[in-house]
């Protein structure tokens, strides 16, 4: 159940771009996506609810397509504040009916470099 | 401002000797969780609360427990910690847990098992 991001890593230099992709074997309602910092809490970014939106945080912006189960985070113009691990969260049914609890892919490290 | 905190930040303990870490929150959240994350890995829920409602996921240990006396305080045991247990520890909180619902962590306590 857990969801799956791609590429694992990424090494990029300052003002490239990058692509960080979360896929899921199930139906998806919503995904989260997080950045942690080495040694940190995850931060929250942003969370998509419906098929086919996007949103944009600073030039970190992102799409959900629900048919195919998948998200898309787009990291514009890279900057070194950019560095760390960025994690997609998808919903699954808790134990309390209708509750939903998070699952986190295994993370996909995100280096910058000058 | 409105926060999730973690006491300890770093807590070392010997094998075998519980230990309590603390979490507290003034965001008057409904709902709080506790994650395990081990390096380079994702963050594993263990068990939540929803209000007083205790939710404990399958696959956590006995040897870990937890208590929620009140709305803004939530407390994880781990009654007798392995070398298996060192790892950060990590609260979270959100208003509720339906799918759009944001998790909010706190800053995590890093354990140390000697």
């Known amino acids: 159940q857990q969801p799956v991001q791609s590429p694992q890593a990424v090494i990029l230099r300052e003002g490239e771009d990058a692509v960080i992709n979360c896929s899921s074997s199930?139906?998806?309602?919503?995904v989260h996506w997080y950045r942690q910092k080495h040694g940190e809490a995850p931060v929250f970014l942003m969370i998509?609810?419906?098929?086919?939106e996007q949103k944009g945080h600073e030039k970190i912006s992102a799409s959900f397509n629900e048919k195919k189960q998948q998200s898309s985070l787009y990291l514009t113009a890279s900057q070194l504040s950019y560095s760390g691990t960025y994690f997609c969260?998808?919903?699954?049914?808790?134990?309390?009916?209708?509750?939903?609890?998070?699952?986190f892919g295994q993370g996909t490290r995100l280096t910058i470099n000058p | 401002d409105a926060m999730v905190i973690q006491n300890p930040r770093y807590q070392v303990t010997q094998f075998g000797k519980p230990v309590t870490l603390s979490c507290s929150q003034t965001?008057?959240?409904?709902?709080m969780y506790w994650y395990q994350q081990k390096s380079s890995q994702a963050p594993k829920l263990l068990f939540h609360?929803?209000?007083?409602?205790?939710?404990n996921e399958a696959d956590t240990p006995d040897n870990f427990q937890s208590r929620r006396p009140n709305t803004s305080f939530c407390f994880l045991d781990i009654r007798s910690p392995g070398l298996g247990d060192a790892a950060m520890y990590l609260c979270?909180?959100?208003?509720?847990?339906?799918?759009?619902?944001?998790?909010?962590f706190g800053p995590g306590t890093r354990l140390l098992v000697l």
């Open positions: 199930k139906a998806l309602y919503s």
């Open positions: 965001l008057n959240h409904n709902v």
């Open positions: 998509l609810l419906k098929g086919g």
């Open positions: 609360y929803y209000d007083k409602d205790f939710n």
């Open positions: 969260g998808t919903p699954i049914t808790g134990i309390i009916q209708g509750a939903q609890k998070l699952v």
């Open positions: 979270a909180t959100s208003r509720g847990v339906t799918a759009q619902e944001t998790q909010y």
